[in-house]
């Protein structure tokens, strides 16, 4: 039986063996009488990105403006609505320091009035009475009289004594107005970091435009070498239809790369305090390594020079005068006027009058305004402490945090340049093994995509160092500090 088994077998391998099979397709469409004619890859038109964007106004010509970073910075500081609004709480506390401090000073008074003054009487014995100085006889009925009269004064007021209030309130203003210089130079520390974010912002996208027009660029030689292999004979029509498509996808990305280079662009400007409309270059710069970046000094530098700080600091003091003020409100105020009168008919003599006044004045009740005051002092110095306290806390916070984000901006920047390396030499190799048919066109489209992806690294690992760098100035107050400058001079000869 086992015999027979084989035997029934071989006879089977034998008849399947002596079947023909098809011919496989040919790798060259070739066309056929009565059919559609073949696909031909060649009929697909190739996909072409569109030139760079520049919003304008139509008829509009206009000089391009050419920025470095350290210029752009002071622009801001000129332009941005951030600072100009800083400026003017500046000069709303120095006149407020003007008004308080015009309480201790003395003040000259002079007024002048005119009074008409009419005055009837009832009926009498028709006696006379006096009109415009002349006297008038009466007839037994109703009588007036009018007299004009002129006042004339002048005055000397001054406060000897309220027991503070007047000086507390000086210096609550005083320390306010220190506190809004300090709120400026914090506005600025913010607007230069904001320019420097939006600056590298457009540089990235300008460097990942530069990435995805390379990536074309690759992505058309290989979609040529497929096409050559493809007339030769040696490649299906399959490799063609791939390599088109993600030519399309490279020039699908280059367009939205280029929208988001005008995006930063406009970004940019805005943060500058221009018109998204301005044409704008900007020159190549990165932001330099800080010379120190120590824990222990960045805090200590921080705690020195930080102005938001400085401002909570001053705004407690502030608060802490003001709650003197308002204990001393309601106390006794003493004061004094001394002045000269000159007062009579207006077409009399007018007659000199001395005035020399002390005055006290105080309430006996005041139906709480005093310990009303108290209390809403006292709530704001709490407010104002807690502030201090948080402000504290956020200093801490920006400097570990920038610090953590330095270090590893550092180390993804030289991975990231291995990475490139390495990419760039797995494309050449792709390309290489695929023309001589060792390899096909997925490693290459792999490899390519590869080495984009360690381009984008590249320029991403970059920005995030310029990021971190600037941010760790802005942590510090110190935009343009730090050896900011040397990256703007060149370096003397060795």
């Known amino acids: 039986m086992a015999g027979r088994g084989l035997l029934v077998a071989a006879l089977l391998v034998a008849s399947m063996g002596a079947q023909e099979l098809p011919p496989p397709p040919p790798d060259v469409p070739t066309a056929v009488p009565g059919e559609p004619p073949p696909f031909d890859p060649a009929m697909i038109p190739e996909a072409r990105p569109m030139p760079p964007i520049q919003i304008k106004l139509p008829g509009t010509q206009s000089s391009t403006a050419r920025l470095n970073l350290f ?6 500081w000129n332009n941005q609505p951030d600072v100009l609004q800083a400026q003017g709480e500046l000069r709303q506390r120095e006149g407020a320091v003007v008004s308080e401090r015009s309480a201790l000073l003395p003040s000259i008074e002079l007024t002048s009035s005119y009074s008409h003054i009419t005055t009837n009487s009832g009926g009498g014995d028709g006696g006379s009475v006096i009109v415009g100085g002349q006297v008038v006889s009466g007839g037994g009925g109703s009588s007036s009289r009018t007299v004009d ?7 000397y007021n001054q406060v000897l004594m309220d027991w503070g209030r007047s000086r507390s309130l000086i210096k609550e203003a005083d320390l306010l107005r220190q506190a809004a210089v300090a709120n400026l130079l914090a506005t600025k520390n913010d607007v230069a ?72 662009r406009q970004d940019l400007l805005l943060s500058l305090g221009l018109s998204p409309l301005v ?28 102005p938001d700080l400085l401002a909570a600091q001053r705004e407690v003091q502030a608060r802490q005068a003001g709650v003197g003020a308002a204990y001393a409100l309601g106390r006794p105020e003493l004061s004094t006027f001394t002045g000269i009168t000159y007062q009579g008919t207006l077409d009399g003599v007018q ?41 504290e806390l956020e200093v801490n916070r920006a400097i570990t945090q920038v610090l953590a984000q330095l270090l590893t901006a550092e180390e993804n920047v030289v991975a990231a340049r291995s990475g490139v390396e390495s990419a760039r030499e797995g494309v050449r190799i792709a390309e290489g093994r695929y023309r001589v048919a060792l390899g096909s066109l997925t490693d290459v489209l792999d490899a390519q995509r590869a080495f984009v992806q360690a381009q984008t690294d590249l320029v991403n690992s970059i920005n995030d160092l310029n990021l971190a760098r600037a941010r760790a100035r802005h942590a510090l107050a110190a935009p343009l500090e730090e050896e900011f400058v040397t990256g703007f001079t060149p370096s003397p000869p060795e």
């Open 71 to 76: 210029d752009a910075i002071l622009l801001s």
């Open 149 to 155: 009269r002129l006042n004339n004064r002048i005055g």
């Open 193 to 264: 970091l904001d320019v420097k974010e939006q600056y590298y912002s457009f540089t990235r996208a300008l460097g990942l435009e530069l990435v995805a027009e390379d990536d074309l660029a690759n992505r058309q030689q290989q979609l040529a070498l497929a096409r050559a292999l493809y007339d030769a004979g040696e490649m299906a029509a399959g490799d063609v239809v791939r390599a088109q498509s993600a030519v399309t996808a490279s020039v699908v990305s280059l367009n939205d790369l280029r929208l988001e280079v005008e995006t930063a």
């Open 279 to 306: 044409d704008l270059e900007i020159e190549s710069f990165q932001e330099p390594a800080l010379p120190n970046t120590e824990l222990q000094y960045l805090l200590e530098k921080a705690v020195v020079q930080r």
């Open 351 to 391: 007659f000199p009058t001395l005035t020399a006044q002390l005055n006290l004045a105080f309430d006996i009740y005041d139906g709480g305004a005093r310990a009303g005051a108290v209390t809403s002092a006292e709530g704001r110095l709490l407010v104002s402490e807690a502030n201090l306290r948080r402000t």
